[in-house]
């Protein structure tokens, strides 16, 4: 086995939740081992850390699964999978949630995602990899799915030294697979919606539109599948339109609509593109949703990123009518919660309107984050009101 012996007092960080050792922090390594196999974690001094997956190929030397000197064998992970998937059916989930989130469930490169009576996983580093038959048996074991599809198509597995992989792997299905979120039908397509099929991290904030929309006029930017634009409907909006420059993704939330006998009007156009347009015709809605893809995924793109986000809803505020509601987001771990509260300042002096927090929320219950790990907490919710005055 490996040890991994850090440099000084780069131990508290670990110990105080952070779960990946960076190849800088560490002043040596001794013994012997397998790539993606256990290494043993030692402070400077010669105490122990932890332990956890080692991959030299990686800039994460060693991704931490546990602070104990325990025995990380087949037990362990189904321990550690069966205490992930109960504390979501204590917290009430059943139908479709996110069973495994990676480090939050101290699982470090592992994603489970349960979309009805199917699977969709990601195995995203070079330990969960090496482990992929005996995490397969175990969820089958828990879950006894119809099917399980992978996706581990992220570019993140290049970091690891992995190739990227798609396909089902387990029973034979189609991959356009039917669950029900906030009492709503969707089809959901494994195969080529986003992430693991679809965005389950806006569940409950798609279903607090309940609050907001009921006679209202909703614009529903970045709508992908048309969670949000569905649940609008459901709660009484007068009338829903719904955008995004994938037509794939508005076959799709035609066909959702359709399967609740709903009517949404959908417009292929480059969200950008076609805030403009409103702008232009004087065209307002009473509630806009901006839900876009994350504008920055490193540290080296923050600044391009805030810019990106800061534009996009100064052109949302401009089309919500007085009294209305600007309900925006971000998915990007590295737009923190002040520079997006930061930017919603920024953004709201700029468009010339008078505006208060409403609500400001985050990701689903069931991608709850570790406190002392910030990139687990990545999503972040504002709910503006556009004031009369």
């Not at 065209?283 to 990123?305: H, Q, R, W």
């Not at 930061?342 to 984050?369: C, F, N, P, W, Y």
Request: glycine share 8%; net charge neutral.
């Amino acid at each position: 086995m490996y040890t991994v012996i850090l440099k000084k007092n780069e131990q508290k960080r670990i110990l105080d939740g952070e779960p990946w050792v960076f190849a800088n922090e560490v002043q040596r390594v001794e013994g012997k081992g397998e790539q993606g196999g256990i290494a043993e974690v030692r402070s400077f001094d010669g105490r122990f850390v932890g332990k956890g997956f080692i991959n030299h190929a990686s800039k994460i030397l060693v991704r931490i699964l546990t602070l104990k000197d325990e025995e990380i064998d087949e037990r362990f992970f189904a321990d550690r999978i069966r205490r992930a998937i109960n504390f979501r059916k204590n917290l009430g989930y059943d139908d479709n949630y996110r069973a495994v989130f990676s480090e939050s469930d101290f699982l470090s490169g592992l994603i489970v995602d349960k979309y009805g009576e199917y699977l969709s996983v990601q195995f995203l580093s070079l330990g969960m990899e090496k482990r992929r038959d005996m995490i397969l048996g175990i969820l089958i074991g828990e879950f006894k799915p119809k099917g399980i599809y992978e996706r581990s198509d992220m570019p993140v597995r290049k970091k690891e030294g992995l190739e990227e992989r798609k396909g089902v792997i387990y029973g034979e299905f189609d991959p356009k697979v039917e669950i029900t979120e906030n009492g709503l039908k969707l089809l959901v397509d494994l195969e080529n919606g986003q992430k693991t099929g679809y965005f389950l991290d806006q569940k409950e904030n798609r279903d607090n539109l309940k609050y907001y929309v009921n006679g209202k006029t909703v614009l529903d930017c970045f709508c992908n599948e048309g969670g949000f634009s569905l649940c609008a409907k459901k709660y009484g909006a007068s009338k829903v339109t719904a955008v995004d420059i994938s037509e794939k993704a508005l076959e799709l939330l035609n066909e959702n609509a359709s399967l609740n006998g709903f009517e949404v009007e959908t417009v292929a156009a480059d969200v950008f593109e076609q805030l403009k347009e409103y702008k232009k015709d004087n065209k307002k809605f009473d509630v806009v949703i901006l839900d876009p893809p994350a504008f920055t995924k490193s540290y080296d793109t923050v600044k391009e990123g805030y810019n990106g986000y800061k534009s996009l809803n100064i052109a949302g505020l401009k089309i919500v009518e007085k009294g209305g509601y600007l309900i925006t987001c971000s998915c990007s771990q590295h737009l923190t919660l002040n520079l997006f509260m930061q930017m919603i300042k920024e953004s709201v002096l700029a468009s010339g309107v008078k505006a208060k927090l409403v609500e400001l929320r985050t990701q689903s219950k069931d991608h709850s984050s570790v406190i002392g790990h910030d990139e687990g907490l990545y999503l972040k919710v504002a709910v503006i009101y556009v004031s009369e005055e």
